[in-house]
Every structure is written in structure tokens, then in C-alpha cells.
């Protein structure tokens, strides 16, 4: 068709050649062919899988109305039938002598208020936090009848961090819906996928204590969560995130909640047709009252309580009340802290991953004594000195502690 426009346009067979960079002789046996009224006779050859019409017809029956997979087809003519052509000659022959599949309509469906959020992630490879680069994760979790979103961001995405920012999402939607709607994440779905995939025995025990219900995608169907994957889209346009110089983990969450805040006033809800900040007022209510959240934990061990009133984990000693001693309790690593339960009950609380290996608190060894247990003997003047400036930080330190000190050593 080229070589016919540019010949009416009154252009050489030469000009014509030398501009689609083909031989003089081609264009000559097109401009021919054209004036002759000859089609191409390529089109008139048969089809290679044309002896095996009655074998792919069989196999086609044996589906169905379901798909057809013609790189299958080819295969079983390959191995059943010793078919010797291309993949690309068995496309064609089916594209000549099948109809095209049916299309399916796809139903647009509003959740009612409460009924259902979306979570996803999404990854910031670049991110300047502490004048470092680093790789950062952006948890979202919006809720698809009013379409109000949170933020979480996370240094990782392990099963740890997975939990801990499902806790920081509810409490910043102010409350928990009753369906959460995730990706095949292996901190979400054991092993295999979408509603025939085996969920995360960790996450399934978190969703019941927390009480939702999990609502895994099937694979590669990301509209079934477009609401969240529309807002990861947005989000990208965010260029302060990745261009500014933030000193810490928390000053980014703050910016972002704000950020969250001023596009949520901004924005209109489509089920509503008010804002988004408008439509959340409107659909929390409807939203379960969020419990006392569980802190995550990735190890959990059970521990005997020693002499010393401490117990052991990731290396470093942290100190439990002095009437358990002896006494069997449950020591776990949460993502900040670590916790330690007796019968159920939280009976102290330290800071995890600190530089200390032995963490004390002195309110552990006070109390009136059990009918078992006594309680240490108490400190003598020495010790209460000692606690005394170490109380204190070193600029604070007056020498008349110091010397009070030297006074009691005496």
C-alpha cells in the first residue's frame, strides 16, 4: 500500500526504492502485481496444521467453555501426534477456523460502609532517612466504601513488620473493618494462592484475635483491589518522599499522616459524593471498635525465672518481678519491646534491641514478701547512692553525690 501511494503521488520506482530501502525490482513486481489485480499468493497457501483439523477439534471438545491454551494444543499435537510444525503455524491455523473467545463483563460492585479495606505494598528502593539511603516499604490500607486511607511506612516487610503495621492502620482508620482484602504475600498466604491458598498460620491467628476476616486476591487479578493499587499509583507522585533528607522513621509517618489528612479533605468519595474525610465520619460507625491490639512478636520462648529475678532472650537479661521467681513464665520479642506473661498477664515490659545486655528495673525487686517468696534483701546506703547517680546522666552529677559517696565507703 506504501509503494502503491507513493507511485500515485508521482514518485520514481528508484525514489520509491531508495526511500523504503528495498530493491528497485521489488517495487517493480508490487506495482505489477497491483496493476494486474493478483493477490499476494502467500495468503492461498494452506495452513501447516491443516491435516490435524480433526485432532484439534477433538481436543478443543474435551474443554469445555473454559479458555483455550493453544502453546497446550501445540504440545499435545506434538506428543500425541508427532507434529512436526510451529507453535506460530497452530496459532494461525486456529485463529482462521475458530471464532474469538467470548468476552466476559466484569461486575462493579460498592462495598457497603465498614464492609471491606484493601492492603498492599509498596516498594521505595531510594529513600533518605538519617542522611543515609535506604530501602524503605510503604504499607496501605485504604477502606473502599469512603476510600479514607493509611499510611504505615516500615524499614522491612517481614512477618513482624507485617503485623505491626495492620496494628498502626487500624488505629490511625480508627477502627477495623469487617473484611481486609491482601495480596498473595507470603506474610498473608502460606502457600499457594488467592481462595484456594493455605493463609499464613501467624497472620490467620492475628486476624482472629484482632477479628476480621482475611480476603486473599486471586493471582494476577490486580483490579480486585484497584482501590489500593490506585492510591500506590498516587503516591509515587510524591516527590518530597524521595527528595528530602528525613532524620528519622517517625518524622516521614508524621509528614505522611498530614500529607493524608490534606489529600483526604481534597478528594471526593464516588459513593458518596462528598469528601473522603466526610464519607470516613459517615462510615465509622459501621467500623468494629478497635481492641487492645496485640503486639506482634517473632520469637517466643518460655523461660524459668532465676535467682536473680531475671529471664533470657536474643542474648540479654531483662528483669520480672521478684515473686516469680522460680516460676515458669512466657518471654516474647515483640517489634519494640519485649514482653514477658505470667498466666496469661503482662507482667513487665523492656525495650528491645538496645545496646544494654542486662536491662533492670528496680520496681521489680519491692513489694511485701508471698507466702513463698521474699523479697530481696534491701539496698544499704551504698546502693542507694549508687542508684542515686546513676539516676542521673553524667553532666547532671553534682560532686556532693560524689562525695556523699566516699563518705558511706568510709
Known amino acids: ?21 528495498v530493491d528497485e525490482s ?34 478443543l471438545s474435551t474443554l469445555g467453555d473454559g479458555p483455550v491454551n493453544v502453546t497446550a494444543l501445540h504440545q499435545w499435537l506434538v506428543d500425541e501426534h508427532a507434529y512436526g510444525g510451529s507453535l506460530r503455524s497452530v496459532q ?6 475458530y471464532p474469538k473467545p467470548r468476552l466476559r463483563a466484569r461486575r462493579r460492585v460498592e462495598t457497603p460502609p465498614g464492609a471491606q479495606a484493601q492492603a498492599d505494598w509498596s516498594e521505595w528502593p531510594r529513600l533518605w532517612v538519617a542522611r543515609r539511603p535506604v530501602y524503605g516499604y510503604l ?23 507485617w503485623h505491626h503495621v495492620h496494628n498502626e492502620a487500624f488505629r ?14 507470603r506474610t498473608a498466604v502460606g502457600h499457594g494462592a488467592g481462595s484456594w491458598g493455605e493463609l499464613n498460620a501467624s497472620y490467620r491467628r492475628y486476624a482472629r484475635m484482632v477479628r476480621f476476616h482475611i ?38 509517618q508524621a509528614w505522611t499522616d498530614e500529607r493524608t489528612l490534606q489529600e483526604s479533605a481534597r478528594r471526593t468519595c464516588p459513593a458518596t459524593g462528598t469528601c473522603v474525610s466526610e464519607a470516613w465520619a459517615q462510615e465509622r460507625p459501621r467500623l468494629q471498635q478497635v481492641p487492645l491490639l496485640p503486639e506482634p512478636f517473632d520469637v517466643v520462648v518460655t523461660r524459668i525465672v532465676a535467682p536473680d529475678c531475671t529471664v533470657a532472650i536474643d542474648g540479654r537479661r531483662y528483669s520480672v518481678p521478684f515473686d516469680l521467681l522460680g516460676q515458669r ?29 542486662i536491662v533492670i528495673d528496680p520496681r521489680h525487686y519491692e513489694g511485701p514478701p508471698t507466702a513463698t517468696i521474699l523479697p530481696p534483701t534491701p539496698l544499704g546506703r551504698m546502693g542507694r547512692k549508687l542508684q542515686e547517680i546513676a539516676a542521673l546522666t553524667p553532666q547532671q ?14
Not at 502503491?4 to 520509491?16: E, K, P, V, Y
Not at 518471654?331 to 545486655?357: I, N, S
Open 1 to 21: 500500500m506504501t509503494i502503491h501511494h507513493l507511485a500515485s503521488i508521482g514518485q520514481t520506482q528508484r525514489q520509491i526504492a531508495r526511500t523504503l530501502a
Open 26 to 59: 521489488t517495487v517493480r513486481y508490487h506495482l505489477e502485481r497491483i496493476a494486474a489485480g493478483t493477490g499476494d499468493g502467500r495468503a492461498d497457501q494452506p495452513f501447516a496444521a491443516a491435516p490435524f483439523a480433526e485432532a484439534i477439534a477433538h481436543y
Open 92 to 97: 494461525r491455523f486456529y485463529r482462521a477456523h
Open 139 to 161: 504499607f496501605h490500607m485504604r477502606l473502599s466504601y469512603s476510600r479514607y486511607p493509611a499510611r504505615v511506612w516500615s524499614p522491612c516487610k517481614d512477618q513482624l513488620a
Open 172 to 185: 490511625r482508620l480508627d477502627g477495623v473493618p469487617a473484611t481486609v482484602r491482601v495480596d498473595n504475600e
Open 215 to 252: 480476603d486473599a486476591c486471586q493471582p494476577r487479578q490486580p483490579q480486585a483491589k484497584g482501590k489500593v493499587e490506585r492510591g500506590n499509583r498516587d503516591d509515587r507522585t510524591w516527590r518530597e518522599v524521595t527528595t528530602r533528607q528525613w532524620a528519622s522513621w517517625d518524622e516521614l
Open 329 to 357: 513464665v512466657e518471654v516474647r520479642g515483640c517489634a519494640r519491646v519485649v514482653q514477658v506473661c505470667a498466666d496469661g498477664d503482662l507482667v513487665a515490659q523492656h525495650p528491645r534491641h538496645g545496646r544494654e545486655r
Open 397 to 410: 552529677r553534682p560532686l556532693d553525690l560524689y562525695a556523699a559517696l566516699a563518705e558511706v565507703a568510709r
